[in-house]
Nanobody, 127 residues
Framework: VQLQASGGGLVQAGGSLSLSCTAS????????VGWFRQAPGKEREFVVG????????YFADSVKGRFTISKDNAKNTVYLQMTSLKVEDTAVYYC?????????????????????WGQGTLVTVSS
C-alpha cells in the first residue's frame, strides 16, 4: 500500500487549505488513519487521527476547531481541511495509515503505530 499526499502550498495566515491523501489500495475503508506534521527544527507531532469507519476521531489541541478530516471512499482518499491557519501551522504534513484500528486514543497519537506513510507535503503559512 502506498500513500500519496498532496495539496500543500503557501497560504496567508487566516486562510484555508485542504490536503489530500490517496491510498493505492482499499485501505481507508477500515483501519486507522492519521495526519502528522513536522516543523523545521522540531519533532514530528500528531495532528489528527482516528477510525473513519466510526465516529472516533482525535485532534491535537493546537488544531481543534480549525481542522477537520473527511474521506471519499470512491476515491480512496482522506482529506485534511485546514482553516484559520496560523504561522505556527507551517510544517511538512504527512498522512499515515494502518490496516487495523487502534484500541485506545493514545495509540492514535503515536506515529510508530502507523504502518504506511505518505511522502509529506509542505504547508507554509505567511504572516
Amino acid at each position: 500500500v502506498q500513500l500519496q499526499a498532496s495539496g500543500g502550498g503557501l497560504v496567508q495566515a487566516g486562510g484555508s487549505l485542504s490536503l489530500s491523501c490517496t491510498a493505492s489500495g482499499r485501505l481507508f475503508s477500515s483501519g486507522a488513519v492519521g495526519w502528522f506534521r513536522q516543523a523545521p527544527g522540531k519533532e514530528r507531532e500528531f495532528v489528527v487521527g482516528g477510525n473513519l469507519n466510526g465516529a472516533r476521531t482525535y485532534f491535537a489541541d493546537s488544531v481543534k476547531g480549525r481542522f477537520t478530516i473527511s474521506k471519499d471512499n470512491a476515491k480512496n482518499t482522506v482529506y485534511l481541511q485546514m482553516t484559520s491557519l496560523k504561522v505556527e501551522d507551517t510544517a511538512v504534513y504527512y498522512c499515515a495509515a494502518a490496516p487495523l484500528t487502534f484500541a485506545s486514543m493514545r495509540a492514535y497519537y503515536a506515529g510508530g503505530n502507523y504502518r504506511y506513510w505518505g511522502q509529506g507535503t509542505l504547508v507554509t503559512v505567511s504572516s
